[in-house]
T-cell receptor, first 114, second 113 residues
Framework: EAQVTQNPRYLITVTGKKLTVTCSQN?????MSWYRQDPGLGLRQIYY???????DKGDVPEGYKVSRKEKRNFPLILESPSPNQTSLYFC?????????????FGPGTRLLVL | DQQVKQNSPSLSVQEGRISILNCDYT??????FLWYKKYPAEGPTFLIS?????DKNEDGRFTVFLNKSAKHLSLHIVPSQPGDSAVYFC????????????FGPGTSLSVIP
């Protein structure tokens, strides 16, 4: 089954404690992206990757890191989480390296930073 | 400043009637528009798209209309069904940056049986 998986689905942590949210896709997609969803703001892109070892900042990259060492995986790293990073996070992948027409989204990771 | 706006946070419609979800954008460089649907505890799923060379695109019960001069698009669902109850996100991308999709804040649609 074609899918994008994220782990964990729910996470409660404290300020400053490093965490990683994993994302994996089994569709051999080249393009992957991370978004955060906040009330009234919709989905905002954090980082994206056009291919292995190619990443770039989205609209809200501050406080986040990513890596793309393998095509299928695109982890999101919060080196020192802060309460304003409490949000719902989605990973997405797409076959198209150009037009991002149809992104497949993971189920989301709900993060609470105390 | 939001480049993609959905000014109605929520909408309620009777089953069988038409649902109209609206979206406005400010960036004239946007040339491709998408609608995504999101159920609780799931990620968004692609629903329908339209290119700026068209003014209408239809897929079953879903039709998207684009008015470029007004920088406005709308999603029509006819007839509405209870299973259509979800959050709908409007999104846009530009030829100069196909890899970036800008999402609106979403409209929560409730279809009442």
């Amino acid at each position: 089954e074609a899918q994008v998986t994220q782990n964990p689905r729910y996470l409660i942590t404290v300020t400053g404690k490093k965490l990683t949210v994993t994302c994996s896709q089994n569709m051999n997609h080249e393009y992957m992206s991370w978004y955060r969803q906040d009330p009234g703001l919709g989905l905002r892109q954090i980082y994206y990757s056009m291919n292995v070892e190619v990443t770039d900042k989205g609209d809200v990259p501050e406080g986040y890191k990513v890596s793309r060492k393998e095509k299928r995986n695109f982890p999101l790293i919060l080196e020192s989480p802060s309460p304003n990073q409490t949000s719902l996070y989605f990973c997405a992948s797409s076959l198209s390296q150009g037009r991002v027409e149809t992104q497949y989204f993971g189920p989301g990771t709900r993060l609470l930073v105390l | 400043d939001q480049q993609v706006k959905q000014n109605s946070p929520s909408l309620s419609v009777q089953e069988g009637r038409i649902s109209i979800l609206n979206c406005d954008y400010t960036n004239s460089m946007f040339d491709y528009f998408l609608w995504y649907k999101k159920y609780p505890a799931e990620g968004p799923t692609f629903l329908i798209s339209i290119s700026s060379i068209k003014d209408k695109n239809e897929d079953g019960r879903f039709t998207v209309f684009l008015n470029k001069s007004a920088k406005h698009l709308s999603l029509h669902i006819v007839p509405s069904q209870p299973g259509d109850s979800a959050v709908y996100f409007c999104a846009a991308s530009a030829e100069t940056s196909y890899d970036k999709v800008i999402f609106g804040p979403g409209t929560s649609l409730s279809v009442i049986p």
